[in-house]
């Protein structure tokens, strides 16, 4: 992404739907908000039937959220064939889509450098848990979540079968978030309280959307992890997550609005 960080960029806008990963992102946009008066736009988007409305098209094809846009600028354009399709005035302007790279903006940007950890340690740690959230814990955590939303969604004559069938499999697959639960517990500690490290990073921004999920829907032991739990009530108890909370709406990683 090009750096301009020596001009003062335009207010972003985040399209946000509600019950979705984006509250994180919000919840970053908080506390640049708190920490520097960033000043941003947030459209709301409402689930129906649970899922994006087709308005989000409109926006990026994939029709998903988060959507960050940023008039004015041309920060990042990895396929400026979709940017030169939608954009018949030919206005300049950033659309970031994918919330890791939405929070990398934020903070190469905007944030003045207050989420790069301060030490070659916590930056490896910090790139560690970035790729950890992305990839193996949220594929488990998403693998769980499929096979107990089929059944909800069946047809009501053969939901007790198909309970029958997947509710079994998600008790099993639930088992492999121990070495993950296992693993994050080790990482946290009173000198790291955070997993980018000494202090908040975009590792923590990144997994509390999982994190959030298996707290929800009650995956994680709290009695058994209880540094993991506290990490949850760190996150939950900042002004900055309560703030993105009031504003983002419905955050029902459950039912999802359904």
Same mark, same amino acid.
């Given at each position: 992404?090009?750096?301009i960080t020596t001009q003062k960029?335009?207010?972003?806008?985040?399209?946000?739907?509600s019950s979705?990963?984006s509250? =994180?992102?919000?919840?970053?946009l908080?506390?640049l908000?708190m920490?520097?008066g960033l000043?941003?736009?947030?459209?709301? $988007? %409402?689930r129906?039937?649970?899922r994006a409305?087709e308005?989000?098209k409109?926006?990026?094809?994939?029709?998903?959220?988060p959507?960050l846009e /940023?008039?004015?600028?041309n @920060?990042f354009?990895?396929l400026?064939f @979709?940017h030169?399709?939608?954009n018949?005035?030919n206005?300049?302007k950033?659309?970031?889509t994918?919330?890791r790279?939405i929070?990398?903006l934020?903070?190469?940007q905007?944030?003045?450098g207050e989420w790069?950890p301060?030490t070659?340690?916590?930056?490896?740690?910090?790139? $560690?848990?970035l790729?950890?959230?992305?990839?193996?814990f949220?594929?488990v +955590?998403n693998s /769980?979540? $499929?096979?107990e939303? /089929?059944?909800?969604?069946?047809?009501?004559l053969v939901?007790?079968l198909?309970?029958?069938i997947?509710?079994?499999?998600a008790k /099993?697959?639930k088992?492999?978030?121990d070495?993950?639960?296992?693993?994050?517990?080790?990482? @946290?500690s009173d000198?790291k309280?955070?997993?980018?490290g000494? %202090?908040?990073g @975009?590792?923590?921004f990144?997994?509390?959307?999982?994190m959030?999920?298996?707290?929800? =829907?009650q995956y994680?032991d709290e009695?058994?992890?209880?540094?993991?739990?506290?990490? +949850?009530k760190r996150?939950?108890? =900042?002004p900055?997550?309560?703030n993105a909370?009031?504003?983002g709406?419905s955050?029902?990683? +459950?039912r999802?609005?359904?």
């Amino acid at each position: 992404m090009a750096d301009i960080t020596t001009q003062k960029l335009p207010s972003p806008t985040l399209h946000h739907l509600s019950s979705s990963s984006s509250l =994180r992102v919000v919840w970053a946009l908080e506390e640049l908000s708190m920490s520097s008066g960033l000043e941003y736009n947030l459209k709301d $988007y %409402k689930r129906v039937k649970g899922r994006a409305p087709e308005e989000l098209k409109k926006v990026f094809p994939l029709g998903k959220s988060p959507i960050l846009e /940023i008039p004015g600028v041309n @920060l990042f354009r990895p396929l400026p064939f @979709l940017h030169d399709d939608s954009n018949n005035n030919n206005e300049t302007k950033t659309i970031v889509t994918e919330s890791r790279l939405i929070l990398q903006l934020l903070s190469d940007q905007y944030s003045n450098g207050e989420w790069v950890p301060e030490t070659d340690e916590d930056k490896e740690r910090d790139t $560690y848990f970035l790729e950890f959230a992305n990839s193996s814990f949220t594929g488990v +955590v998403n693998s /769980i979540i $499929y096979f107990e939303i /089929i059944p909800t969604m069946s047809p009501w004559l053969v939901r007790p079968l198909m309970s029958a069938i997947f509710n079994p499999i998600a008790k /099993i697959l639930k088992q492999g978030l121990d070495p993950h639960f296992d693993l994050m517990e080790r990482a @946290l500690s009173d000198e790291k309280p955070w997993f980018s490290g000494a %202090k908040i990073g @975009l590792a923590d921004f990144t997994l509390s959307f999982p994190m959030d999920t298996t707290d929800q =829907r009650q995956y994680l032991d709290e009695k058994k992890y209880p540094k993991l739990a506290g990490w +949850v009530k760190r996150v939950h108890d =900042r002004p900055a997550y309560q703030n993105a909370l009031k504003k983002g709406g419905s955050y029902d990683l +459950v039912r999802y609005d359904n």
